[in-house]
């Protein structure tokens, strides 16, 4: 086999089924003939019967979502992220999606309540969603919790994020495709993150600046011990 993780075990599980050629796995029985079927309230009778073909990783298979969740929460990072939604911006499922696989805290809706949930590829149902109005709301729900709110945008002003030391209790604050991210917000940051772009376009797409960001934090605090 092959080592593509950096010099890690090789031998060590990869996070889906991709050797084997297809996603999830099938009945318990036929997955583990003659084994008794797990009695733990954590695992899923319907699952465990039919068989899991749902996106996640191999440790959580057969398990209920609930219990999906209960474990995340003892994994789950102090990050958070937060995206402007006054226009519905398309781009949150894919926020959604990165931030559930950096195991971030919450992610946070700011305006419009409604978004597009197509790129959340359901990830959405294991990840803290949180709504607020507007900006002021947001800043107001970081500060009483000790969170450091940094705005990501490459407006005036704003400092490289390669080389910006990220705060470990953070929010990471996104704008939208568009208009970019508001007055209000960056005024309410303590720092603006630019990622360093060469060629023609004004900027990169929000949710692939999100998992840019996201994972820039990652360096910089996650223990990558407890990576799958
Ligand atoms: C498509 S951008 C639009 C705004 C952008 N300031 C402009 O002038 O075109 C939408 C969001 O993606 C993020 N973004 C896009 N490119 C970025 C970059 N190079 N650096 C930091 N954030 C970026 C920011 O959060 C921004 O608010």
Same mark, same amino acid.
């Given at each position: 086999m092959t080592d593509t993780r950096g010099g890690q075990d090789a031998e060590r599980p990869g996070p889906t089924e991709w050797g084997a050629g297809r996603v999830g796995v099938g009945p318990w &029985?036929e997955e583990h003939p003659?084994e008794?079927?797990?009695? +733990?309230?954590?695992? +899923?009778?319907?699952l465990?019967?039919?068989g899991d073909r749902r996106n996640v990783v191999d440790a959580y298979r057969y398990l209920?979502? $609930? #219990?999906? @969740?209960?474990?995340? +929460?003892?994994?789950?990072?102090?990050?958070? @992220?937060?995206? /402007?939604?006054? /226009?519905? &911006?398309?781009?949150?499922?894919?926020?959604?999606?990165?931030?559930?696989a950096?195991? %971030?805290?919450? %992610?946070?809706?700011?305006?419009?309540?409604?978004?597009?949930?197509?790129? #959340?590829m359901?990830? +959405?149902?294991?990840?803290?969603?949180?709504?607020?109005? &507007?900006?002021?709301?947001?800043? !107001?729900? !970081?500060?009483?919790?000790?969170?450091? %709110?940094?705005?990501?945008?490459?407006?005036?002003?704003?400092?490289?994020? /390669?080389? !910006?030391?990220?705060? /470990?209790?953070?929010?990471?604050?996104?704008?939208? $495709?568009?208009?970019?991210?508001?007055?209000?917000?960056?005024?309410?940051?303590? *720092?603006?993150?630019?990622? !360093?772009?060469?060629?023609?376009?004004?900027?990169?797409?929000?949710?692939?600046? #999100?998992?840019?960001? *996201?994972?820039?934090?990652?360096?910089?605090?996650?223990?990558?011990?407890?990576a799958w």
């Open positions: &029985d003659g008794p079927v797990p009695e +733990d309230p954590r695992f +899923d009778p319907t465990l019967a039919e209920t979502r $609930e #219990a999906i @969740v209960a474990d995340i +929460d003892t994994r789950r990072h102090p990050l958070h @992220v937060a995206i /402007e939604n006054f /226009e519905n &911006d398309a781009n949150i499922g894919t926020v959604v999606r990165t931030a559930n950096f195991a %971030v805290d919450t %992610v946070h809706i700011v305006g419009r309540r409604r978004w597009n949930r197509r790129g #959340a359901v990830t +959405d149902r294991y990840q803290h969603l949180l709504h607020h109005p &507007d900006v002021d709301t947001l800043l !107001a729900w !970081a500060q009483a919790r000790d969170i450091t %709110v940094v705005a990501v945008d490459n407006t005036p002003g704003s400092v490289p994020l /390669e080389t !910006a030391r990220l705060p /470990e209790r953070c929010l990471l604050l996104f704008g939208q $495709e568009g208009p970019g991210i508001t007055e209000a917000a960056r005024r309410g940051a303590v *720092m603006t993150c630019s990622i !360093a772009q060469f060629g023609s376009t004004r900027s990169i797409n929000a949710g692939v600046a #999100a998992g840019i960001a *996201m994972h820039r934090w990652v360096t910089q605090h996650a223990d990558l011990e407890r």
